[in-house]
């Protein structure tokens, strides 16, 4: 992948680029996606976006790692507070649901087993210090950090886009999210006190 762009136009033109790619892939998934529609999307041309991410399996890779970095920074741990947080990727996901479809496609088309990504790996090990931490406070029950972490993920994505029973909106009644935001709190803070 070529280094990022010098120029501020360059810098817009690259993010254009991941924004169009990122609603492409989360749509269609990587064999699915065409590079035409992300072009026309981005209003640029095959030059720059190859120029930029080399091909396609590397827009993937940027548009991921991009998508993990949105939602560390959108949603950071608060492993004295894993119910809170659990509460907040719910809503994180109900506003941003392509980055669950782009979890997912990884799953489905390059990484069916161990860390979704490379790039999360680090992500991750910042969250399980941060669990580490509140299990030696006494915040948090004894148990694996990472499984702990897994597990309070994956109840936030209880109602998300991959959920085999139901997928939520952000257009529902917001009495039915209140409600679904209790139910994770006490079902997580259940989980995960000592």
Known sequence: MAPEPSTKRGAAT???ILDAATEEFARHGVAGARVERVIQAAQTNKAQLYGYFGNKDGLFDAVVSDSLDRITTMVPIDAEDLAGWAVRLYDAYLEAPELVRLAT????ERNPAGYLT???APANDVKTEAIARAQAAGVVREGDPFDLM??????SCAWSPVSG??????DEDPAVHRRRR??????????VAP
């Open 105 to 108: 496609w990884v799953r489905l």
């Open 165 to 170: 029973v139901y997928a939520a909106t952000a």
């Open 182 to 191: 209790a139910l994770l709190r006490d079902c997580v803070q259940g989980a």
């Open 150 to 155: 897994a597990l309070v993920i994956a109840m």
């Open 118 to 120: 490379a790039h999360s």
């Open 14 to 16: 690259r993010r254009r």
